[in-house]
C-alpha cells in the first residue's frame, strides 16, 4: 500500500507497527496534524445529526457543524 501511495505522489505518514521487522519512516509532525483532524471528524460524527445530514439546506446544515464544533472546543 505504501509503494502504491508513493508512485501516485503522496507521501504516507502513518507509522509501522511494532511487531514489523523493518521499521518505517514517518514524519512525527505530519502524523499528529493528521490525527487531530481525524479526532475532530470523530467527535462530530458522535452528533449523530450531522454525521447522517438530516437537514436539507446547506445554511442550516453548516450552521449544526459549527454549533457541534463550538460545543466540542468548549467541552
Known amino acids: 500500500l505504501r509503494e502504491a501511495l508513493i ?3 503522496t507521501r504516507p505518514c502513518i507509522p509501522g507497527r511494532k511487531s514489523r521487522n523493518k521499521a518505517v519512516r514517518y514524519d512525527k509532525r505530519r502524523y499528529r496534524r493528521r ?3 481525524e479526532r475532530m471528524f470523530g467527535r462530530l460524527k458522535d452528533w449523530r445529526r450531522v454525521s447522517t445530514r438530516y ?9 449544526a ?4 464544533a463550538t460545543v466540542i472546543f468548549w467541552l
Open 55 to 63: 437537514d436539507r439546506y446547506p445554511k442550516v446544515f453548516l450552521s
Open 65 to 68: 457543524i459549527a454549533l457541534a
Open 7 to 9: 508512485e501516485r505522489g
Open 35 to 37: 490525527n487531530r483532524i
